[in-house]
Nanobody
Framework: QVQLVESGGGLVQPGGSLRLSCVAS????????MGWYRQAPGKQRELVAT???????NYAYSVKGRFTISRDNAKNTVYLQMNSLKPEDTAKYYC???????????????WGQGTQVTVSS
């Protein structure tokens, strides 16, 4: 009922920047929390940042001060601005939203397909 399309990943040098975007579409009634997770090969998926509908944000300690999450409610879009990138930021980044589809009795989580971010010289 809800689909997520991610973009913005790529290859960058250490110290560089990228901006990830995630657009939600479909029969959406409401969207509550939007966020980003990442997973490197052989490692557990981890939370990077979240933002609620009112604008409150939280970040993983490892990215605080370097990454910024934001959203455009009119466009059902969430962004992740990534600055001062490090090799350890290399991972596949996944968009995640808590949303209620039109006609659904409850809210649930949806996942995007992921976009690869590689930080290397």
């Amino acid at each position: 009922q809800v689909q997520l399309v991610e973009s913005g990943g790529g290859l960058v040098q250490p110290g560089g920047s990228l901006r990830l975007s995630c657009v939600a579409s479909g029969s959406i009634f409401s969207i509550n929390v939007m966020g980003w997770y990442r997973q490197a090969p052989g490692k557990q998926r981890e939370l990077v940042a979240t933002i609620i509908s009112g604008g409150s944000t939280n970040y993983a300690y490892s990215v605080k001060g370097r990454f910024t999450i934001s959203r455009d409610n009119a466009k059902n879009t969430v962004y992740l601005q990534m600055n001062s990138l490090k090799p350890e930021d290399t991972a596949k980044y996944y968009c995640n939203v808590a949303a209620a589809a039109m006609g659904a009795p409850y809210e649930r989580y949806y996942w995007g397909q992921g976009t690869q971010v590689t930080v290397s010289s």
